[in-house]
């Protein structure tokens, strides 16, 4: 149990570890691309080494095994004593995945045990590869000095490591016999591989880093020295020195960690500033209408000013909400990778736009929409390797994940090589449960059809595997794309492939809405999924099976007035607007626009709870309270009152 004093430090100790479990993670999958990367074998074996050190520092005695037995697989690898294969790498990656659920466990308390067969099994692929006889004869010889002076729990670890972890000790409880004993056989070169040690060793500045005053004081002895003597010290040193500090240095004072509550307050602030800028334009507006003097010019020239500065702090702190998406976009490769090896497939994933940035708050939420569709692209779309090759194709397959921006909003695509969707089948089991009724299925289009496939419990397997068959998850993925005012697309070709588009807005906390009225109450419609407003008067509307639509350049787009959807009575039809609302286009009547408006978006609260059609409320400049139209929301209860779906 950690104890209260130590927790600050195991927090610490926590999002190091999530780091260097990650780094691993990466790598591992790396190398079995290229296995003899030793840039990548050093890396790990460092981070691995890393986890084990910090977890002995707070107790954590079961991450410390674990981790040691898959450090010494590591370290075998790196001095080419094994080679790795995909036992090793299963093996290590469970070692990665038992740290990472221990983690959790230990913060809350709980007892956490050696997991035993895991340990077994690294130990055994470990002996897979045995020393030599001058390895074995210098080892019988350290064990003992280690025996002799309590330090037996470093029997079996590398001689330069061994050294490393008894000079960091206090110079009083430094054994000196057995250092000098380490040191003669690194010196003699009897050491194995310890020309290779240097470079592995030298990446790892932070524990030379920590004396900065130390080494000012060797700096300065140099430089007093008399001229005559040897500057062969001063210059073996400089090269040392210089390039390792600056780049800590820098690191440190660029990184800040801030709890996310702290962000979250300030952006609430930011929000409440935007709301009473818009209002206090809003009054300036009236002021400049009924007063003309100098003095109005110069509050013109202020509020031109504080607009610009409010605009600007709202930008900077949204930033601050912005993630890379790299950090939901690297959790996949491993999903792929052991995915593929369970179907006995062979399949590349492809990560492109690693670097665009999305608000944290849908980036958390996005991560079990985007597994459901990287597995199904994976188990349904991508063909086993011998159909691929009769196919013509490649026996590896493709599954392209990428991000970039349009405009102001974000898109992730989720594309695969694979056989596509099979329209005709998937009408064909939509109908055997019942999901669609035969009328309905002869008007739907081939667009309408492939969205069947986020119909919860819908599902084309023929049974229920490990993966997939159960017909949960789809669903999922539309439940989240819609609660963050995203939208979703389908394109698929038989024998080609099929490709997935998410849309969503940079920021989920300030929008710029469309302000309307129906029946006299004035509303806000998101601009993003606005497409098109035409007025009441050039509007084409027609009846089709007895609804409206409205005929748009020969296309027909379903029609809701948005008076009756929201039980407020008919109202007068002043303008059509066109929305995107989910995959397909819906025209909304309403009575009049008011421009659009910059707003915050606020939720309704626990006493009203969520409202199907309303996402939440805002303030406008002059004061009234606005409710924020959820168009998809709507479009639902209209289907579902209407027997559409």
Known sequence: MISDDMRDIFNEFVVEAEDNLQKVEENLLELEKDPQNEELLNATFRAMHTLKGGAGFLGLNAIVEVAHAAEDVLGKLRSGELTLTPDINDAILEAVDFIRSALPRYEAGEEVETPQELVKKLRELEQGGAPSAQEKKEESGIDELLDKYGFG????????????????????????????????????????????????????????????????????????????????????????????????????????????????????????????????????????????????????????????????????????????????????????????????????????????????????????????????????????????????????????????????????????????????????????????????????????????????????????????????????????????????DIDTEQGKGTRITLSFPLTVGIIRSLLVSVNGRLFAIPIYSVLEIIQGEDAQITTVSGKEVLILRELTIPLINLGEALEMGGGNVGYVIVSQVGSQKVAFTVEDLFGDEEVVVKPLGKIIGEVQGISGATITGDGKVVLILDLDGILKREMRTLSLV
């Open 153 to 488: 729990h470093l029997k079996g670890r590398p001689i330069e490591d061994i050294l490393e972890e008894l000079i960091l000790l206090p110079p009083d409880e430094r054994p000196v016999e057995l250092i000098e004993e380490l040191d003669r056989i690194v010196a003699s070169g009897e050491a194995p591989k310890a020309e290779e040690k240097p470079p592995e060793e030298a990446p790892q500045p932070e524990e030379t880093a920590i004396e900065p005053a130390e080494e000012v004081a060797k700096e300065e002895e140099v430089k007093e020295e008399p001229k005559e003597e040897p500057r062969q010290e001063q210059t073996k040193a400089e090269p040392k020195a210089e390039p390792k500090k600056p780049p800590i240095k820098t690191e440190g004072e660029k990184v800040l960690r801030i709890d996310v509550s702290k962000i979250e307050d300030l952006m609430n602030l930011v929000g409440e500033l935007v709301l009473e800028r818009n209002r206090l334009l809003r009054v300036f507006q009236k002021l400049y209408e009924e007063y003309q003097s100098k003095t109005v010019d110069e509050f013109e020239t202020v509020m031109s000013s504080l607009d610009r500065i409010v605009g600007d702090l709202q930008l900077a702190v949204m930033k601050t909400r912005m993630q890379p998406v790299k950090r939901l976009f690297q959790k996949f490769p491993r999903v792929v990778r052991d995915l593929a090896r369970m179907l006995g497939k062979e399949v590349e994933l492809v990560l492109e736009g690693e670097d665009a940035e999305m608000d944290k708050t849908v980036l958390e939420k996005l991560e079990e929409p985007l597994i459901h569709l990287i597995r199904n692209a994976v188990d349904h779309g991508i063909e086993p390797p011998d159909e691929r090759e009769r196919l013509g194709k490649p026996r590896k397959g493709t599954v392209k994940l990428s991000a970039y921006y349009h405009g102001d909003r974000i898109f992730i695509e989720i594309a695969d090589d694979g056989r596509g969707i099979d329209v005709e089948k998937v009408k064909k089991k939509a109908l055997e449960k019942g999901i669609i009724s035969p009328d309905r299925a002869e008007k739907m289009t081939e667009k309408d059809i492939l969205f069947l496939i986020f119909h919860p419990g819908f599902s084309t397997a023929e049974g229920v595997s490990q993966v997939s068959g159960r017909g949960v998850g789809m669903d999922v993925v539309m439940n989240t794309v819609s609660a963050f005012r995203g939208t979703i």
